[in-house]
Nanobody, 115 residues
Framework: QVRLVESGGGLVQAGGSLSLSCAAS????????MGWYRQAPGKQREPVAQ???????NYADSAKGRFTISRDNAQNTMYLQMNSLKPEDTAVYYC?????????WGQGTQVTVPS
């Protein structure tokens, strides 16, 4: 089983930046796509950005041009650099990994951007 631990969330003013990290440990072989998702109060969890093992990235429209996803395969760590944050980015951000046979989620980290 893979254990995912997110870090880096917090409170930031609109227009500011935050960097999230997701560290994978445990049975980490075979990880293909890693991704960030978020869930705002009263809303469904939604994808933010994903990155394949070879570095191909995909972003939600809301993240394009402001967020950058990256990963360090040697360290089994994924990052999300978030710039120009907006109040609508307020949510719990979750790390996800996909393997051929399963998927795992982290516990989430809160990002708050006051209006």
């Amino acid at each position: 089983q893979v254990r995912l631990v997110e870090s880096g969330g917090g409170l930031v003013q609109a227009g500011g930046s935050l960097s999230l990290s997701c560290a994978a440990s445990g049975s980490i072989f075979g990880i293909n796509t890693m991704g960030w998702y978020r869930q705002a109060p009263g809303k469904q969890r939604e994808p933010v950005a994903q990155i394949t093992r070879t570095g191909i990235t995909n972003y939600a429209d809301s993240a394009k041009g402001r967020f950058t996803i990256s990963r360090d395969n040697a360290q089994n760590t994924m990052y999300l650099q978030m710039n120009s944050l907006k109040p609508e980015d307020t949510a719990v951000y979750y790390c996800n990994i996909l393997r051929a046979w399963d998927s795992s989620w982290g516990q989430g980290t809160q990002v708050t951007v006051p209006s």
